[in-house]
């Protein structure tokens, strides 16, 4: 699409009443969000009282055993357990809800900054471009919604259920050393084997933020890493290969490759039922060529741009590049998606 100079300044104002709106409904949902933490932290501290008071009720049951019943001994400890389980739950449903929060006061800031910027200098300069940037940068913030969305549910779900069973497994084993130390231990071995896995999630949730050893190691062997790590935890057959230079690019070039290759490697093994996958980059002086293909079930080109804010995203970032993206696909054949950069040389700059 082609812009003049008045189209440009009219989509400017209109993107800047877009982010106008967006910032209203980012601050009402941090409303609701703030006035649900204060109402969770009340009940969290009323489950927190009634902790106390039911261990207290424990300890005497365990320090004057012979005046209480096998019933009220197991009543009491039923009580005591569903108190903390209740308790895992609200705080566990605390955490997410300060996630979102966070999340929401940082889309706010981004959101203020982007109109600031917008107010003082024209999106766009000079009589006419073909980059819609109105549009770009309203599915950059689209794309970036649904991958915090993402790893807010991921981490929820994940790591921070796992602790949150961990602790109440640490509570259980606690009170069984003094009533059946054979059920201890093994509450104790389940204990270890929880530890190891939540270990492993921390660990695969922290990759799935920013791979470290993407600063250290470079694009070649972060995504080597990541195949085999996708292997590991998924029914499918990856293949991944590399040719040409094996060098460091720079840092924004090598974090969006991972990631688009990540985008496209997790669309084919969760949308597209395939059952593999195969990727090679090959990087040469002037250029990096990257190369997606799936055995999946395919899908509709103009359909998967219109619909999926993955490939939509990627395939605006790959034209902000001056590179070149392709699809080839049909429905029932699999797909094949590829992009090339051109990389800058000394005196040369990839975005003129």
């Given at each position: ?74 009543d ?51 009589g ?61 071995d ?11 999630k ?16 470079g ?21 991944f ?12 070039l ?8 990540q ?75 590829g ?14």
């Open positions: 699409m082609v812009f003049k100079t008045g189209e440009i300044e009219r989509n400017t104002e209109q993107l800047r009443e877009s982010i106008s709106e967006k910032i209203s409904l980012a601050e009402s949902k941090l409303e609701v969000i703030t006035t649900k933490i204060r109402q969770s932290q009340a009940e969290v501290d009323k489950l927190a009282q009634k902790q106390i008071s039911n261990s207290a009720k424990v300890r005497n049951i365990k320090e004057n055993t012979s005046e209480f019943t096998a019933v009220d001994v197991r009491a400890y039923d009580e005591a357990l569903e108190a903390q389980q209740r308790l895992f739950v609200m705080r566990g449903q605390m955490d997410k809800f300060r996630s979102e929060q966070v999340h929401l006061q940082e889309l706010i800031m981004q959101l203020q900054d982007m109109n600031g910027y917008l107010t003082k200098t024209p999106l766009l300069e000079g006419e471009t073909e980059l819609d940037a109105a549009e770009f940068v309203e599915s950059v913030i689209k794309a970036q919604e649904l991958e915090r969305k993402r790893l807010s549910n991921a981490m929820h779900d994940g790591p921070a259920q796992a602790l949150s069973n961990f602790i109440l497994q640490v509570e259980i084993a606690q009170r069984l050393f003094d009533i059946d130390l054979d059920q201890a231990r093994d509450e104790l389940a204990l270890k084997a929880t530890a190891s896995a939540t270990f492993t921390v660990r695969d949730f922290i990759f799935e933020l920013r791979p470290m050893m993407l600063d250290d190691l694009l070649t062997p972060t995504l080597r890493h990541y195949f085999d790590a996708f292997k590991e935890q998924n029914e499918i057959e990856v293949h290969t590399a040719s040409g230079t094996e060098r460091r690019l720079e840092s924004y090598e974090i969006m490759i991972f990631r688009a290759v985008e496209l490697v997790s669309n084919a093994a969760r949308h597209s039922q395939a059952s593999s996958v195969r990727a090679h980059i090959d990087t040469n002086e002037d250029r990096v060529a990257v190369d997606v293909e799936d055995d999946g079930q395919g899908f509709n080109e103009e359909q998967a741009l219109g619909n999926s804010m993955g490939i939509k995203v990627i395939k605006e970032r790959v034209d902000i590049l001056n590179g070149e993206f392709n699809i080839d696909t049909a429905i029932g054949q699999g797909t094949r998606i992009f090339t950069i051109p990389l800058a040389t000394e005196g040369q700059d990839v975005f003129a």
